[in-house]
């Protein structure tokens, strides 16, 4: 096992009450302390504190121990560094977890660690926050802030807000600009894909890369009720392309202009409005453990 930080968030999911430091022990024990160590954080950002660090230390691998909140910031703590991203999943969607066959099952996933595979994938940047699976704006975005305020976790408490907030969410106008095109549109969903899915293999752009260099983009400008519900069976069933139900396009960078202050997310967490986006993509910038 490669020299390993595990970077614990005791409240990722819609479980919070488990013993890692026992797991970790049952798993890895006969090693020797030095090995690997066990850090919990204490708020927003600090995973990304606690990443730097721990390259900055040596450790072979820094493992995010949580949903996809605690990964992207565990993620952003290692760009530029030479440690590699591994995760253990405890979280309500655990999106690139998910894309990269990362197993579910908090034990299952320690035994993958422990004698990991390495390569590297690439990163998106918008509006300079980077993001390791998607980042949206317009109606996810929209959810995302929805979500953070319901004080449940889990997906149950995802669908309900999806389905309130549908009845009142409302596109505003946006100007695109990508592969030397200028797209005039409406915005209900643009979302830029690095990995396939937003998490509960729920997939946005099911033919997305981590390693081509590329964004997918789904565009969606409108969406009445018969529509909805094409694009969220399509969504389950892995197959939104093939419905035609929203248009897509693989860039490495793009310009938004919105009408209006428009909401943005990245990897599920609600960043505010504003009217300018910046996207670009950083090739194989991050490497990971999986």
Excluded at 32 to 43: C, K, L, S
Excluded at 64 to 86: I, Q, Y
């Amino acid at each position: 096992m490669p020299p390993t930080c595990f970077i614990f968030n005791p409240t990722a999911g819609p479980s919070r009450r488990r013993d890692l430091p026992t797991l970790v022990a049952r798993h890895f024990g006969p090693l020797a302390a030095d090995d690997y160590v066990i850090r919990p954080t204490e708020g927003p950002g600090h995973a990304v504190e606690l990443a730097r660090a721990a390259a900055a230390e040596g450790f072979a691998v820094v493992a995010a121990v949580g949903g996809d909140g605690t990964v992207n910031e565990v993620g952003r703590g290692l760009l530029g560094t030479a440690a590699a991203l591994g995760i253990v999943p405890l979280g309500s969607g655990n999106g690139l977890a998910r894309h990269l066959k990362v197993p579910l099952g908090l034990a299952a996933a320690l035994r993958r660690l422990a004698q990991p595979a390495f390569g590297r994938i690439d990163v998106g940047r918008i509006n300079s926050r980077p993001f390791f699976c998607t980042a949206g704006l317009g109606f996810d975005a929209h959810v995302a802030e929805h979500f953070a305020l319901a004080g449940t976790r889990g997906l149950g408490t995802y669908l309900r807000v999806t389905l309130r907030e549908y009845r009142r969410y409302r596109p505003v106008p946006v100007r695109v600009e990508l592969n030397g095109q200028v797209l005039a549109t409406d915005c209900y969903v643009l979302a830029f894909a690095n990995a396939s899915q937003y998490g509960n293999d729920v997939y946005i752009a099911p033919r997305a890369d981590l390693r081509d260099g590329l964004l997918d983009v789904c565009l969606i400008d409108a969406l009445p009720v018969g529509r909805a519900f094409r694009v969220s069976l399509a969504m389950a069933l892995g197959n939104l392309p093939e419905t035609k139900a929203a248009d897509y396009y693989q860039t490495a960078r793009a310009r938004i202009t919105a009408a209006a202050p428009l909401g943005f997310h990245v990897d599920g967490d609600y960043l505010g409005r504003t009217t300018e986006f910046a996207v670009e993509l950083l090739p194989l910038a991050l490497a990971v453990a999986v």
